[in-house]
């Protein structure tokens, strides 16, 4: 019997600027409806490693394959580019500030993407979006700027926006750091709808709880290397290794200050 290759896997990702080495020969393998965290401290390459998957931050080394297709494939500027074009359709992807388009409407924020790469009609478009702004709570913001949302709102419809894109993956770039503490968990909660529905997610977070209750691995980087993964009951309450221990010891001791 042929063994599945896994959904998402990473293969020696290695990644310099100049001589600064931020990721240093990481293999990971995420399956179909897993939901990853990735924990550690600053500067430890989580957040590298994240953009790397949908060549934001190009590897300087290594393969990343989603779904039996090579992402960071070694093509003439012209075929890479229509190679990017087709793969970023299938990774949705929220940053921690947001980044929609403060001159347009949340409706046009959202349609903008899947009229211009899927070239989908206005009519589908805008049904797509009212889908997924009811799905984030979102619904009667439609007509909405940016200007005139909160920071978790805002957040909601960055995450509604990666979602119209229909992607394979979602990725969560410390989709909380920036906001009030009182406005994280109605961000979280959209998070934890999107596990009930077995969406692939990978999640880069400084919210343990958070990571605990929702996620089926955790990844602890540090150095540009994971130095150790597993369970969230493993992770968090039996760490092994001593890096792993001295930065939660810390940070739950900061949360708790």
Known sequence: MTK????????????SFGPLEVLKDISLQ???????????????????????????DPLTGGEIWLEGT???????????????????????????????????RVRENITLAPKLLKKISDEAANAL???????????????FFPSQLSG????????ARALAMQPKVMLFDEA?????????????????NLAKEDMTMIIVTHEMDFAESVCDRVLFMDQG??????????????????RTQNFLRKHLANNRA
């Open 70 to 104: 090579q992402i960071n494939k070694d093509l003439p500027h012209r075929q890479y580019e229509k190679h990017l074009n087709q793969v970023r359709q299938d990774i949705g992807m929220v940053f921690q500030h947001f980044n929609l388009f403060p001159h347009l």
């Open 176 to 192: 909380t750091s920036a906001l009030d503490p009182e406005l994280v968990e109605e961000v979280n909660q959209v998070m934890k």
């Open 4 to 15: 599945q290759k896994p959904f998402i896997d990473i293969r020696h990702a290695k990644k």
């Open 225 to 242: 290397v994971v130095v150790e993964e597993g369970p969230p009951s493993v992770i968090f309450h039996n760490p092994t290794h001593e």
């Open 30 to 56: 995420v399956e179909r409806g897993q939901i990853v965290a990735i924990i550690g401290p600053s500067g430890s390459g989580k957040s590298t490693l994240l953009r790397a998957i949908n060549e934001l």
């Open 152 to 159: 978790g709102q805002k957040q909601r419809v960055a995450i």
């Open 129 to 143: 979006a009212e889908e997924q702004l009811k799905k984030v709570g979102m619904l009667e913001r439609i007509d």
